[in-house]
């Protein structure tokens, strides 16, 4: 099994709306991402989870709520997002530890907020 | 300051031609080196990667050509079809953890039957 599950695929939500993303790994792999990615733009790192430790935020705005519940689970929490932050958010894992290995990224949950 | 730069923009190319995507890079700590292929509507996929101690990988009709010296890196596609049609993005990052890559641009590639 090489795959990412992301769920759902689709959602729109309001400014003032809470909702969460879901990613969800069976490969043992220890490091886990989100990405955003705009229209016709490279997918840009958010957060990085290793060995459940979030270990890097990249200056992501506090609307955003990362959360690793365990080694095979990567939640986002969304809370008051803006349109602008409408875009498709990706899920991705990987081995993790020394020695830089493949990347599997999920399907992606394609965000609109109105 | 963009850490990877990818050319061209876009590519039109003929199925059966070779469809050539660049790229440059300028932080020497980068020690690997993916390609990822996009289509609408999906994640990106791992197509090919490479490390700085080999200067081809060939896989299939795919190849990447690596030049350490002039930190430059190149996907090949041979005998292009019209279901390579996509974006194709290059990437780099560091001895840990393949995912906290750094992208370029991307390429949108279009193969006329």
């Known amino acids: 099994d090489t795959e990412v599950t992301q769920t759902p695929k689709h959602l729109v939500m309001g400014m003032t709306n809470k909702k969460s993303l879901k990613c969800e790994q069976h490969?043992?792999?220890?490091?886990m991402y989100w990405y955003k990615q705009k229209a016709k733009k490279p997918p840009e790192l958010m957060f990085v989870?290793?060995?459940?430790?979030?270990?890097i935020n990249e200056s992501v705005p506090s609307r955003f709520s990362p959360e690793c519940p365990n080694s095979s689970l990567l939640n986002l929490h969304l809370h008051a997002l803006q349109p602008e932050d409408s875009a498709l958010y990706l899920c991705?894992?990987?081995?993790?530890?020394?020695?830089?290995?493949?990347?599997?990224f999920g399907q992606g949950t394609r965000l609109t907020v109105v | 300051q963009q850490q990877v730069k990818q050319s061209p923009q876009s590519l039109i190319v003929q199925k059966g031609g070779i469809s050539i995507i660049n790229c440059a890079y300028e932080?020497?700590?980068?020690?690997?080196f993916p390609w990822y292929q996009q289509f609408p509507g999906k994640g990106p996929a791992l197509l090919i990667a490479?490390?700085?101690?080999?200067s081809e990988k060939k896989e299939g009709r795919f190849t990447i050509s690596f030049n350490k010296s002039a930190k430059q890196f190149s996907l090949h596609i041979m005998d292009s079809q019209p279901g390579d049609s996509a974006t194709y993005f290059c990437?780099?990052?560091?001895?840990?953890?393949?995912?906290?890559?750094?992208f370029g641009d991307g390429t949108t590639l279009t193969v006329k039957p």
């Open positions: 991705a894992s990987s081995r993790g530890g020394q020695g830089a290995t493949e990347a599997f």
């Open positions: 490969m043992g792999h220890r490091a």
């Open positions: 989870y290793s060995y459940e430790k979030l270990s």
């Open positions: 932080n020497t700590a980068f020690d690997y």
């Open positions: 490479i490390r700085p101690d080999v």
């Open positions: 990437a780099a990052s560091k001895n840990t953890n393949a995912g906290k890559s750094t």
